[in-house]
T-cell receptor, first 113, second 115 residues
């Protein structure tokens, strides 16, 4: 079965701390894509990153970084030096084939000033 | 460029009434998705279209739900008759479908409350 698990329902950290959001997936496909989306308090989901199953290089974009490990079926997301504006719900997602994607339940991140 | 536009942003209706949610995808995008978000079930894909044709409606809860895409720039999701358990935030998203799965761009959502 295709599945995305975000075991951390809610995380609170103090501003400037680093925080890692976990994502574990299950798929029977050999080629697949993983995504991260951010849903700030305003409600709209914002695309952050897409990664294909053949590219295990870590990706860094400013304070954001992603660690993809096929061996453990994980695609974790780290925010370095967190800021209050990072407070949001973060979703990990996996392709189901065609253009369909399945979302995890999300991790609600609170950055405390 | 304008993003995905949804209307209305909020809808409060009484049980049994018909509800129509509207979506305008990003110009040039050829895939459109309708999602429902609730605390209990998270984000669920209801239906998606490619080039205005429904491709997969397996997520549509029951016959009370229907969706149309009469042209590339407009789609509707209709619930008739509505029930309190339909209360949720409904998102529309669009993408440019290519050989590889594309990122989806989401609208602001419609918060539906059925009393």
């Amino acid at each position: 079965a295709q599945k995305v698990t975000q075991a951390q329902t809610e995380i609170s950290v103090v501003e400037k701390e680093d925080v890692t959001l976990d994502c574990v997936y299950e798929t029977r496909d050999t080629t697949y894509y993983l995504f991260w989306y951010k849903q700030p308090p305003s409600g709209e989901l914002v695309f952050l990153i897409r990664r294909n199953s053949f590219d295990e290089q870590n990706e860094i974009s400013g304070r954001y970084s992603w660690n993809f490990q096929k061996s453990t079926s994980s695609f974790n997301f780290t925010i370095t030096a967190s800021q209050v504006v990072d407070s949001a719900v973060y979703f990990c997602a996996l392709t189901l084939g065609d253009d369909k994607i399945i979302f995890g339940k999300g991790t609600r991140l609170h950055i405390l000033p | 460029d304008a993003g995905v536009i949804q209307s209305p942003r909020h809808e409060v209706t009484e049980m049994g009434q018909e509800v129509t949610l509207r979506c305008k995808p990003i110009s040039g995008h050829n895939s459109l998705f309708w999602y429902r978000q609730t605390m209990m079930r998270g984000l669920e894909l209801l239906i998606y279209f490619n080039n205005n044709v429904p491709i997969d409606d397996s997520g549509m809860p029951e016959d009370r739900f229907s969706a149309k895409m009469p042209n590339a720039s407009f789609s509707t999701l209709k619930i008739q008759p509505s029930e309190p358990r339909d209360s949720a935030v409904y998102f529309c998203a669009s993408s440019l479908a290519r050989l590889i799965p594309s990122e989806q761009y989401f609208g602001p959502g419609t918060r539906l409350t059925v009393t």
